[in-house]
């Protein structure tokens, strides 16, 4: 699958609105569910790998609007992960602790090892969609002097900075945006209260939040644009259709994953030389 035209790689003309969120690329339902299972067990192995390499790490990231589904997403694809090597972080309205450090303290806490891979189900990004839509950083005790209009660019630049900064140090960054129209929403969340054993999953704030949908729209746009680049690009996923949102995603870390020079590795010198006297004495007991 070409996955380009998923991939944000520069700021330069960027439009959510040229992303579709109905696209299946001719696929079937059927043919995208074998694709998927074979693209599950293809990361079964590339994560062996990372793990036993131990010099790189995976952060995997999962923006979206309510609905879109980050967590099935999640769900699904990593399913096929070996759990010893990946860990789940999700970000949710700050503690008071959290807001009495900077903004990506708590991130920076939940980053994966060598070897790992880290989900993190909404991220630091929160800080430059929903902070920046409902003005939150009011409550985030920063020096007067450092809150100005010019904040969210700052913020932006940090960002860069900081995936550059993991990026030179071994981390793999993906970035996803699901990508789900305002419609699609309303039938989730009609099926949200619909189907009772969905019903724990409705929020009445999901609601409040969808009447700022195009407020929401502008700031997701304006931080892929301003975040997206050749080492950390952000990838726009169609996610009307959930099967093929998670064959995407799962052919995204497939390549990128791939294209990691990594190598199982070897017994040392001696301990090569002396393999046939290991066997023997484990025969011989
Ligand atoms: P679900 O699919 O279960 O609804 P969710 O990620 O939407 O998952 P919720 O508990 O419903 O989880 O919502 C978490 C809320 O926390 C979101 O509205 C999100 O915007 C908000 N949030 C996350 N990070 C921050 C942050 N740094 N500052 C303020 N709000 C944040
Ligand atoms: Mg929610």
Redesign the pocket.
């Known amino acids: 699958m070409d996955i380009k035209r998923f991939t944000v790689k520069s700021a330069h003309n960027f439009k959510l609105s040229n992303f579709k969120t109905d696209d299946t690329g001719n696929f079937s339902k059927k043919e995208a569910k074998k694709l998927l299972a074979k693209n599950k067990e293809k990361m079964f192995y590339l994560q062996d790998k990372l793990y036993a390499h131990d010099r790189y790490s995976v952060l995997i990231i999962f923006q979206a609007m309510?609905?879109a589904g980050?967590?099935s997403a999640i769900k699904h694809v990593m399913s096929g992960l070996n759990p010893q090597g990946t860990q789940v972080t999700?970000?949710?309205?700050?503690s008071k602790e959290e807001l009495d450090h900077d903004?990506l303290w708590r991130t920076n806490k939940a980053l994966p090892q060598r070897g790992r891979i880290g989900i993190f189900?909404?991220s630091y990004y929160?800080?430059v969609?929903?902070?920046k839509l409902h003005n939150?950083i009011k409550y985030q005790k920063i020096p007067s002097e450092f809150v100005k209009p010019d904040i969210w660019k700052k913020r932006y630049r940090h960002i860069r900075e900081f995936e550059k900064y993991a990026y030179e140090n071994g981390m793999v960054i993906l970035k996803f945006f699901l990508h789900v129209s305002k419609e699609e929403q309303k039938n989730r969340f009609l099926e949200r209260l619909d189907n009772p054993s969905k019903n724990w999953?409705f929020?009445s704030?999901?609601l409040k939040?969808r009447t700022f949908w195009d407020d929401y729209q502008k700031c997701y746009e304006d931080a892929i644009a301003a975040t997206s680049s050749k080492i950390a690009p952000w990838y726009v996923v169609p996610a009307d259709k959930k099967w093929f949102t998670r064959l995407v995603v799962s052919e995204i870390i497939v390549q990128r994953l791939s294209k990691l020079k990594m190598e199982y590795p070897t017994l040392g010198k001696e301990e090569l030389k002396n393999i046939g006297h290991y066997k023997e004495q484990l025969l011989n007991e």
Not at 90 to 94: D, G, M, N
């Open positions: 309510d609905a980050k967590d999700s970000f949710k309205q700050p903004y189900n909404r929160e800080e969609l929903v902070v939150l999953k929020s704030a999901d939040e």
